[in-house]
């Protein structure tokens, strides 16, 4: 298997893991990441063959310059929007600023790496995109909701775009995780990850592994389906 893909939020936990699964297959894999060098160095040290770019995902024209520098060396088949940022906080304690934040870096950043990527798989007539949503799309929290609003966008314009890219052979699909070990999760969790496990059914937390799987079946059309959000966990997204 052969092609290229990219992996947003590509140098740690679940990205990183996506990122090992395409380049193991034979993808050339271009990740990004916005600020720990120090995982990218590492990452692309143990990754040969692999590209690690830090940019802002909220800015188009960065994405614009990476879709140059990627087309230059062929047409990508794979996109995986994977980076994301939670931002939890009570509404009215909160300022309206960490939501826009919360908005733009999730849902915004997603939006743009469509905006750039989709006409190029369209016009290739072949392409695959899956969005990294999460079981707070669905699942209400207390001071959870700007990322949860960020993630049910998500999933909105996953069904939008799988409507609109249907006819050109492009498939778009979601994943919607629940609790993973990453340390997105331990900033959530502050300490408090035994009080967590006891409230999931299955009193298991997925491991990056798992979620990088799925995408994997969805990016090399193992699993061949477009317009589908995948809900994944061990009981705490039923309901």
């Given at each position: 298997m052969s092609g290229i893909a990219i992996v947003t939020g590509g140098t740690r936990g679940i990205g990183r893991c996506i990122a090992e699964k395409l380049l193991g297959a034979g993808y050339k894999v271009f990740v990004t990441y916005a600020c720990d060098e120090q995982a990218a160095s590492s990452l692309m040290a143990e990754c040969l063959g692999l590209s690690a770019l830090q940019l802002d995902g909220r800015r188009i024209d960065q994405i614009q310059l990476l879709r140059d520098q990627i087309l230059a060396q062929g047409t990508p088949s794979v996109l995986v929007n994977n980076a994301g940022t939670t931002g939890d906080g009570i509404f009215l304690n909160a300022g309206l600023e960490t939501f826009h934040q919360v908005m733009e870096t999730n849902f915004g950043s997603t939006l743009n790496y469509c905006n750039v990527f989709a006409p190029i798989m369209a016009a290739a007539r072949f392409?695959?995109?899956?969005?990294?949503?999460?079981?707070?799309?669905?699942?209400?929290?207390?001071?959870?909701?700007?990322?949860?609003?960020?993630?049910?966008?998500?999933?909105?314009?996953?069904?939008?775009?799988?409507?609109?890219?249907?006819?050109?052979?492009?498939?778009?699909?979601?994943?919607?995780?629940?609790?993973?070990?990453?340390?997105?999760?331990?900033?959530?969790?502050?300490?408090?990850?035994?009080?967590?496990?006891?409230?999931?059914?299955?009193?298991?937390?997925?491991?990056?592994?798992?979620?990088?799987?799925?995408?994997?079946?969805?990016a090399t059309r193992q699993f061949n389906t477009t317009g589908t959000v995948i809900r994944v966990g061990n009981g705490e997204n039923i309901g």
């Open positions: 392409g695959n995109i899956i969005n990294v949503s999460s079981v707070a799309a669905t699942k209400i929290k207390l001071g959870n909701t700007a990322y949860g609003c960020a993630k049910a966008a998500i999933e909105r314009l996953t069904l939008g775009l799988a409507l609109e890219l249907a006819r050109f052979d492009v498939k778009v699909n979601g994943i919607a995780p629940g609790f993973v070990d990453t340390d997105m999760f331990k900033a959530f969790a502050k300490g408090g990850e035994r009080d967590i496990m006891k409230s999931i059914p299955g009193r298991k937390i997925m491991q990056p592994e798992e979620i990088a799987n799925m995408v994997f079946l969805l």
